[in-house]
């Protein structure tokens, strides 16, 4: 008996069979497929694709910083300044043979910070040769007390001293200057503060600065600054208004700051913080950092002279556009009160004082820690819990 066959209904394009346990595992993979593929289409694709050349990495452009009138930073740790010239190639102290009580106590708060300082003699009036002194001096009007040309000639010729013997940077310092015992602590704050200021310039009209950085830096405060101004009787920033400041728990509270030929203003330093500046107005040259480009610059200049070594070098640093001055609020290096080397008239008010304390050594103004008032007790081994303090 042949078998009968039911003939299947006509399929329409819209009629769909029942699947069977087969059509559906089919069905099943093809669904998982689907997923793995809108999963990884992005690996698939790229993986099928030949492969393109990786590009060299473009070099890292250093970011300027901020070009605000004020600027608040706390600076990094800078490990040449905690060297024995902090951070220059020498430091140079000018001092008369005769004044040892000058030069002794010098020594002595040299050795208790663990500097080394090369003791250059300074001379007097009599001793320079008419040809060494500037052009224009004693004229015009000016009448110069004795020792202000000993003072001027023995500035010069230091800077004549690192030309001849390629000094890139010094610290010069006169002998009666003093400073706190934390020098090393407070100076790499300066040094940032000073590459802010010097290397990332404003282009205003008067002052045209080459912003070229071509070489190598050589020193931890910079390369292009002439002087550095960190040791003096004011100073105050020129008219750009643009400084950098930064937190330093070494300054002075404002009522033992010590100036009396100006300082920043109030918006210019907060309390409790150390300003760096282009400055507008320094006096005395307590201490001072300068480049040997700043050593042949001011040398050339200080031919033709009828002021001071400070008022000159003030006047210059002002007025005179190649040259890039920096100054520093609260300074870091002060004189301490002693017999002036400049002969003052009777009446006038001159620098230096009789007072003494303790041991016979007078501190510095505005330092909380005297290195020539703590110098004998940190080479006994005293730690800072029991340093002499001003505040």
Known sequence: MIPSFKALPKMTPWTYLP??????????????????????WKDIIRDA????????DMPKIPAMPSIDSFHKKKPGSLDPIANRTLGFQEIFALSLPDRKDRRLPLVRAANATNITITILDAVRDEQIPKEKIPEGWAVDGHEPKYGEIGCLRSHVMTW?????????????????????????DILPGVATGAKEIADFT????????????SIPEVSPYGDNWDVLWIGHCGSKPDGTGRVYYYDDPTVPPKSKEYSFAGSPRDEQHPPGTRVVFEQDLTICTSAYAI???GAVKLGKFLEKSNLNIDIRMEDLCKNEPSLMCLGVWPQVITAAPSQSNIKHPEGEKAPGSTDEKDNGITPGP?????????????????????????W
Request: with cysteine.
């Open 366 to 390: 505005a330092l909380q820690f005297s290195a020539r008032r703590n110098a004998e007790l940190a080479s006994k081994g005293v730690g800072q819990d029991m340093w002499l303090k001003e």
């Open 160 to 184: 004549e001293k690192m030309i001849e013997e390629k000094i890139t940077t010094a610290l010069i310092m006169e002998s009666d200057a003093d400073w706190d015992m934390r020098i090393h």
């Open 19 to 40: 699947l069977t346990m087969q059509n559906h595992s089919r069905a099943l993979v093809v669904f998982f497929m689907v997923c793995i593929l809108l999963l990884f």
């Open 202 to 213: 404003l282009p205003y009209p008067s002052h045209p600065r080459d912003l070229k950085q």
């Open 49 to 56: 694709l030949p492969a393109v050349p990786k590009l060299p």
């Open 291 to 293: 480049s040997l480009k």
